[in-house]
Structures are given as C-alpha cells and as structure tokens.
C-alpha cells in the first residue's frame, strides 16, 4: 500500500524532477523482483516504424491552439507546459506501465501506446463533466488495485490524458452525427432501415465499440488490430464482461487480427467482412462506417493513403453506403491545412465533411463521406 500511495503522489505531480524519475525507476526494478515470479513477463511489441510519428513537433501556424479546439469539442483544454513537462510526465507513466500491470492476470501486450490510452482513456471516462464520460466503462478495463489511481483524477496535471480526450470527443461526436444523418434519411425516405455497421481501424483496447453498441448507436462493431493485440483485448472483454455482467447479453464487437501493412491481406479481411451479411439480407441495407484513431502514424510510407483508398474501394465494389471517420496523421498533410487534407481525402476516394485539426500526435481529425464511382 506504501508502494501504491508513492505512485499516486508522483503520477499526479504537476511538476516532475529528473530525480523522481529515478525514483521511479527503482521503486518499479525492486516491485519487478516480487511480482516476477508469480506473473507473466510484461510484453512490449516492438513498433519500428515511428518515423513519421515524430514529425509531429514541427511547428505549423494552420493547426490551431489547444484551446480553441477544446472549447469547441465542449472539454476542458490540455495544461500549459513546456515540452519538456510533456516528455517527463510521458516518460514516468511509460515506466510505471510494466509496474501497473505487474499484477495483472490478462497481461494485455504494449503495442503504440495502446496501454497508456487505455489508461488516458479511463481518467477521462470518469469525468461526468466531460462529453466522453463512459460510466466507467474504460476504467473496468484496468487490473485490479491500481486502477484506485484512477480515482483521483482531479489531480492529474491535464497533458496527455485530456489530449487523448479531445480526438474521444471529435470521433463520438462524427459518428453519432453520421448516425443521426442516415437514420434521419431513412425516416424521410420511408422504406427500410439502413444498419450501422462500424468498423474500427486499430482499435487498440478501446471502449468506443462497446459503449456504441451498448447504447445502441449502432448494430455491429468490426474491430481489427495486431493479432497479438486482438487476444489481449479478448482477454479483458472477458474481465469487463465479469465486473458488467449485463455485457453478457450484447454482442460484442468482432475482432479480427490484421497486419494493416500489408494492404493486399487486409483487402481481402475488408470485402469478407461487407460480404458477410450478403447471404442473409441485402447487402445495400448497411451503411459502413470505417474509423482510424492513432494508427496510420506508426504504418509505413504508403500504407496510409492506400488504406483509405483500399476502404473506398471496397464499398463501392459491394455498392454499399459508407462514411469515414479519423483522428490519426494523413500522409502528404504536413500541417492543418484544409486544402491539403481534401486533396488527400479525394484521390483516395472520400469526399471531405469536416475537418478539425489538433495539435498532437495524431493532429488530422476529419470525416468524409464515400465518393461513388459509376459502374
């Protein structure tokens, strides 16, 4: 309990010294040693290509401040500090991971930050002032015991947490938002429902699939990442499963293990997922709605762009409706510039909505709806 108080203390220091990192380093070698013989090894899937993920620190005047974006995503905006405050607090929750899970019986693998937006993710799922607010549903994602931390999120310094926290904000608001549009067409329409299928590119151990299905947002949730990733998270769908026992009655969104660099298998993974349904009811029934979140920044050169136009593709090939939602880095978009971003968009197939870009990792947030092409 000490050792859990010391953690508590410095993960929510607004200012972080060179010598707390070390303390930390320690505090988590000599915590190691207990837990190692009783637990599985901490895992981190080697992640090469990282290349274009750095280029994030270019300074751009077209992508606005931190500010104007949150207020207009209706959350409170990230903390000023140096970027040096930002590296620290980054490097200290990188090496209390490996201890937070050192106990944790699902020992979910870490693959581009996937564990630390499960554990951003959940501070601001808590927050019932915040749009992204989940019930807890994040939170029951964590291991036991030292998701208390959790608890006390009103001391933690905004940074990484309530950046992570604005791209939840954008990409909820656009798919309810796209929902709301289809389904409003299919009232004035008249004829029958269209459902909502959404398929989640890189969906890392994120909740947006349960919580839309859970609250009826949409019909079926498709959820792709590394094979390794996907048995992880069905690992914790099965601890979230047994804190909510009322999950036990939805269906929970499919995962589906997928190396996204290479195109030419994921081709084939997409078109038998909008096929699927094909042999029970029309296919032209399902609007698709495909979303990338923090993922094509760690692909390599190409791969993005060929994604996009790869998802395009496949909808018009099985003549189906589709739209497209992302918060993530666009290849040949340097910037925030709009323009730039529509170009993107266009020659891969998608025709632009909404564009909204961030400071950040993943700056470019956007959604489009799918250019047809005459057969």
């Keep these: ?34 837990v190692a013989s009783r637990n599985k090894p901490f895992k981190n899937i080697s992640q090469p290509n990282l290349v274009r993920g750095d280029r994030y620190r270019d300074a ?11 207020e207009s995503l209706g959350v409170k905006p990230t903390k000023e500090a140096s970027a ?45 002032s915040s749009p992204v607010y989940d019930n807890g549903l994040a939170y029951d994602l964590l291991p036991s015991g ?8 009103r001391l933690y310094p905004r940074l990484h947490h309530a950046n992570v926290e604005m791209r939840t ?31 989640c590119m890189g969906a890392g151990y994120d909740t947006r699939g349960v919580k839309m299905l859970e609250r009826n947002t949409v019909d079926e949730v498709i959820e792709l990442d590394l094979t390794e990733v996907v048995r992880g998270k069905e690992r914790l769908f099965d601890r979230l499963r047994e804190r909510r026992p009322w999950l036990k009655d939805l269906t ?3 995962p589906i293990p997928s190396d996204f660099n290479d195109v030419g298998n994921l081709r084939k993974k997409l078109d038998a997922i909008l096929k699927d349904n094909n042999n029970t009811e029309k296919i032209t029934n399902w609007h698709t709605i495909f979303t990338f979140e923090g993922v094509m920044i760690y692909l390599d050169d190409g791969v993005p762009s060929s994604l996009l136009s790869v998802t395009s593709n496949v909808l018009n090939e099985n003549n189906l409706d589709g739209s497209l ?20 968009l266009k020659k891969n197939g998608w025709i632009i909505k909404d564009w909204c870009p961030k400071p950040g990792l993943a700056r470019h947030m956007g959604s489009a709806e799918l250019l047809k092409t005459l057969k």
């Excluded at 796209?178 to 329409?189: A, K, S, T, W, Y």
Aim: charged share 25%.
């Design 146 to 153: 030292w998701r208390k931390i959790v608890r006390l999120r």
């Design 252 to 254: 929970m969104p499919t």
């Design 169 to 199: 904000a954008y990409l909820d608001s656009q798919i309810n938002e796209i929902v709301q549009n289809v389904r409003g067409q299919n009232n004035e329409d008249g004829g029958e429902s269209k459902r909502i299928r959404l398929i």
């Design 325 to 344: 939602c992302f918060a993530d880095r666009l290849e040949n978009v340097p910037g925030g510039d709009f323009d730039l971003g529509a170009k993107e």
């Design 1 to 34: 309990m000490k050792t859990c108080h010391h953690i508590v203390f410095f993960l929510c220091a607004n200012t972080i010294s060179s010598t707390t990192c070390a303390f930390i380093g320690k505090l988590w070698k000599d915590t190691r040693v207990k």
């Design 60 to 70: 751009n005047s077209t992508i606005p401040s931190p500010k104007v974006i949150a």
């Design 84 to 128: 040096k405050t930002w590296q620290r607090a980054w490097k200290i929750h990188k090496r209390m991971l490996p201890l937070l899970h050192s106990t944790d019986n699902c020992k979910p693998p870490d693959s581009s930050l996937n564990l630390a937006c499960m554990w951003w993710k959940s501070l601001s799922g808590n927050d019932k």
